[in-house]
Nanobody, 115 residues
């Protein structure tokens, strides 16, 4: 079965960095696009990064462009999100996701940006 497991979240001060990881299994990882989303308290889940199956194409919303970098390792079935210059607005639960016959989600990892 499809499984996505995120890790790497935590508490970080404004201006700091975190690297999130997502381990995927149960599908042919190298052939699918992958996405990272986040959900802040009281807000809807929003897309923060997209990566194509080969990793050659990435995309970000303006809110994180230049600060977040998505990457993947198809040999290890892993997708990553490097987050730099973090702000309090980046606080939320971060999820990786894949669209197969439906959209699958991991359990999420909490990121808290606070001094």
């Amino acid at each position: 079965q499809v499984k996505l497991v995120e890790s790497g979240g935590g508490l970080v001060q404004p201006g700091g960095s975190l690297r999130l990881s997502c381990e995927a299994s149960g599908f042919t990882f190298r052939t699918y696009f992958m996405r990272w989303f986040r959900q802040a308290p009281g807000k809807e889940r929003e897309l923060v990064a997209f990566i194509s199956s080969t990793g050659q194409t990435t995309d970000y919303p303006d809110s994180v462009k230049g600060r977040f970098t998505i990457s993947r390792d198809n040999a290890r079935n892993m997708v990553y999100l490097q987050m730099n210059r973090l702000k309090s607005d980046d606080t939320g639960v971060y999820y990786c996701s894949v669209d197969l016959e439906k959209r699958y989600w991991g359990q999420g990892t909490q990121v808290t940006v606070s001094s």
